[in-house]
């Protein structure tokens, strides 16, 4: 810290490669592991997911290198296309993107297939299995096949179905040919769905070959918080109640509800972000170290945590939960409407367009620790992190010289937009008199000379690797909407008891009631 003038910020270079054996870390971990040859078919390719996520995480994985040496994707959706159309668009689409190298877009192309399907058709999904055997001779992909559900939700059991039905689920141990199946979100829209869902698709696959997805789960620094708490020794005594007051997980969003009313209008900020993403976020920070990082013992670990949250007291829900829904506003300069005033949006819609909940993990790490959980849409600015926040000296014996209390220390994870991590912490401030006054120590990602790879990248290769440490268990799945559904039916039927659902101005920090529940 020698030299630091600035006063709150101290900024902590990495040093990489710097390790004790001769051997360094990098070198230990680069297990460089090319996919299997495979076909990647994507269900519902002509959708606005498949351009604006899919098909540019697909190319840039081929630009750094990730994709198998051979490979195919093959879009299928009912729009009449034929492969030379497909071909195009994808072209169009990625040549819009900025700062991809487009050196490579004709070769990439080449390797793109087209397939128009009626969904529930099982006779356009058998033409679909033997037009892929066929993609396997001229691509040598094997008969691995790597199944992407990009459709509207209510569509999935239907061609999960006739998936099954056409053989397209079959592997071949003799061969060891593969079939995976990735699943969107939002998996079910309750527990009662969620388990319909389940079914419909164990009928059809084995769990290892089901891939639910939470790309949340990807981004960076979300995956470095298991590392950072278990590969440091220093953090780890220190994670339980004894040290730590309450952690906050927050999401918050500047964007309303866009051009997805007709689904938001059903799902509401419980469904959307606290089913998936929040509670996962919470498995990260709460779980207990697993025996090894493989998938399984991960899962089970995050399982555990979802079991021992402390279910809500429905007669008194105001004491965990705030739901708001925005009022227009100003943000970044510009007038926005009201959630009621969007287009598709009921005008006495009741939809909750954010949310906090105080939640409880009843075990011995957690007992009575508050978890502060929120998310929320046109709130003051685009901000996910999750803030440890740690218990204040027992006693200071600055009181003299300061005053009042001493900041507590408090670790902060960056998710979006930044990625960083932050700890403060209390310094000698400069001088002849002993004064103490907040540090920062930060490491941000864009400081790292590694490579990142985007949030769907990272799915996909995980897909094609046949890693599923990063998706949704059917247990944990299950686990998380039977936290959750209770209470959705409670606050969907009881929204009219108006005093659960709040109004906040567009461009603010969400309800006033968030403080109260913090109290
Ligand atoms: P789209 O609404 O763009 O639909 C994808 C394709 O499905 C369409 O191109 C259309 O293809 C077909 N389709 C749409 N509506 C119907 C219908 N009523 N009946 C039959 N076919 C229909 O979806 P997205 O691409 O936005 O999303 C796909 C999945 O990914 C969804 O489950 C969504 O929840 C999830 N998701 C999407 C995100 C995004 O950013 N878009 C982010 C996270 C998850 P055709 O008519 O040619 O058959």
Redesign the pocket.
């Known amino acids: 810290m020698t030299g630091q003038k600035r006063e709150d910020l101290s900024v902590l270079k990495p040093e990489f490669g710097r390790e004790t054996s001769g051997e360094s870390m990098d070198d230990q971990c680069r297990e460089v592991r090319p996919a299997d040859p495979c076909a990647i078919v994507i269900i ?10 899919l098909i540019p995480a697909l190319y840039r994985l081929f630009l750094n290198g990730y994709m198998p040496v051979s490979f195919a994707i093959v879009g299928c ?3 009449k296309l034929d492969n030379e159309a497909f071909r195009q668009l994808v072209k169009e689409s990625l040549a819009k993107g900025v700062g991809d190298d487009l050196s490579k877009l004709d070769h990439f192309a080449g390797n793109l297939y087209y397939r128009t ?1 009626e ?1 529930d058709d099982k006779e356009n999904f058998k033409e679909l299995s033997c037009f892929l055997s066929d993609i396997d001779k001229k691509h040598g992909t094997a008969g691995n096949r790597l199944f992407y ?8 059991e239907t061609v999960v179905h006739v998936m099954g039905e056409a053989g397209l689920s079959r592997e071949s141990r003799t061969s060891g040919s593969w079939s995976r199946l990735v699943v ?3 998996f079910g829209s309750d527990l009662k769905t969620a388990v319909k869902l389940n079914d419909v698709i164990k009928r059809c696959f084995s769990e290892q070959q089901v891939y639910r ?1 939470d ?1 949340y789960l990807a981004k960076e620094t979300v995956q470095n918080i298991l590392v950072f708490r278990f590969a440091n020794s220093i953090f780890e005594p220190l994670w339980n109640r004894q040290h730590i007051e309450h952690v906050e997980i927050s999401a918050a969003e500047t964007l309303g509800v866009e051009h997805r009313a007709g ?1 938001y209008e059903k799902s509401g900020i419980l469904r959307d972000m606290f089913q998936n993403h929040m509670m996962q976020l919470l498995t990260l920070v709460a779980m207990e170290p697993p025996a090894h990082f493989r998938p399984e013992p991960v899962r089970d670990e995050k399982a555990k945590v979802i079991q021992s949250i402390r279910p809500f007291d429905l007669e008194h829900l105001e004491e965990n939960i705030v739901i708001g829904q925005y009022l227009s506003g100003n943000i970044d300069g510009k007038k926005v409407p009201a959630y009621r005033d969007e287009t598709g949006v009921d005008p006495l819609s009741l939809t909750p367009t954010f949310a906090m909940m105080k939640v409880f993990i009843d075990n011995w790490r957690w007992q009575d620790v508050p978890f502060y959980l929120s998310s929320g849409k046109r709130l003051a600015e685009k901000k996910t992190k999750i803030v440890i926040q740690f218990k204040d000296v027992p006693h200071s014996i600055f009181r003299d010289i300061i005053g009042g209390s001493i900041s507590a220390n408090c670790l902060t994870f960056f998710i979006q937009p930044i990625e960083k991590i932050a700890l403060t912490f209390q310094a000698k401030k400069p001088g002849s008199t002993i004064c103490p006054r907040s540090i920062n120590m930060e490491f941000s990602y864009d400081s790292d000379s590694g490579e990142t790879l985007e949030a769907y990248e990272k799915v996909l290769v995980d897909c094609m690797n046949g890693d599923q440490m990063l998706f949704l268990r059917q247990d944990l799945e299950e686990l998380c909407w039977s936290f959750l559904t209770p209470l959705i039916e409670d606050c969907e039927k009881c929204v009219d008891k108006s005093s659960l659902l709040q109004f906040y101005g567009s461009g603010t920090r969400g309800p006033e009631g968030v403080e109260k529940l913090k109290t």
């Open positions: 519902g390719a002509s959708g606005d997911l498949t351009s604006r996520k959706a009912r729009k399907v969904y559900l990009a459709i509207p939700p209510f569509l999935y969107e979100k939002p997805i790309h689904y």
